[in-house]
Antibody, heavy 117, light 110 residues
Framework: QVQLQESGPGLVKPSETLSLTCTVS????????WTWIRQPPGKGLEWVGD???????DYNPSLKGRVAISGDTSKNQFSLRLSSVTAADTAVYYC???????????WGQGTLVTVSS | QSVLTQPPSASGTPGQRITISCSGS????????VSWYQQLPGTAPKVLIY???QRPSGVPDRFSGSKSGTSASLAISGLQSEDEADYYC???????????FGGGTNLTVL
């Protein structure tokens, strides 16, 4: 059974870059599409972007070029970088696997990232 | 403002059947499959329904999904106290070229 685990700093200063890594076990990042989804405190879910098994990426246009997702097949990980962060980027960030039927079938436990000086 | 529209809250008594609606448009629900997620307090979302009305293994048959046009619904029958959670619908959006979510419905079991 696939398991996902997010890791990274829980506190980031405004204008700096948020960096998170998702470590996958029980499956290979070479298979499926992998995604980042975030949830501001007390609010709903928002898609951040995808990384696929050919190294292709798709991003939410609302993030206006601040986001980059990459994969490391040697470590079976994929990573998120979000630059020029503001308080509006404070959220629980989840990594998840996208099933071929276009739904999120496995999720990490999530990690809270707070943007504050 | 979420692309998909859900009622912010719903409630029911144990044993009752309730439905949660999810309204979208031709660029998402009208042309793409819908999935539903349950999020218990302090935990990650868990898929309940995919491809409009399919249940992953392990999800009780008390949960069912349906879709008509640009709207979808999640039905929960035999309501139980452990069903208290937030519920989200999701679908691919052809205009965004990515998935979109509803704002979530908080279910209270009275």
């Amino acid at each position: 059974q696939v398991q996902l685990q997010e890791s990274g700093p829980g506190l980031v200063k405004p204008s700096e870059t948020l960096s998170l890594t998702c470590t996958v076990s029980g499956d290979s990042v070479r298979d499926y599409i992998w995604t980042w989804i975030r949830q501001p405190p007390g609010k709903g879910l928002e898609w951040v972007g995808d990384f696929d098994n050919r190294g292709g990426t798709d991003y939410n246009p609302s993030l206006k070029g601040r986001v980059a997702i990459s994969g490391d097949t040697s470590k079976n990980q994929f990573s998120l970088r979000l630059s020029s962060v503001t308080a509006a980027d404070t959220a629980v960030y989840y990594c998840a696997r996208v099933d071929a039927a276009a739904y999120f079938d496995s999720w990490g436990q999530g990690t809270l990232v707070t943007v504050s000086s | 403002q979420s692309v998909l529209t859900q009622p912010p809250s719903a409630s029911g008594t144990p044993g009752q059947r309730i439905t949660i609606s999810c309204s979208g448009s031709s660029s998402n629900i009208g042309s793409n499959p819908v999935s539903w997620y349950q999020q218990l307090p302090g935990t990650a979302p868990k898929v309940l329904i995919y491809s409009d009305n399919q249940r992953p293994s392990g999800v009780p048959d008390r949960f069912s999904g349906s879709k008509s046009g640009t709207s979808a619904s999640l039905a929960i029958s035999g309501l139980q106290s452990e069903d208290e959670a937030d519920y989200y619908c999701a679908s691919w959006d052809d205009s965004l070229n990515g998935p979109v979510f509803g704002g979530g419905t908080n279910l209270t079991v009275l």
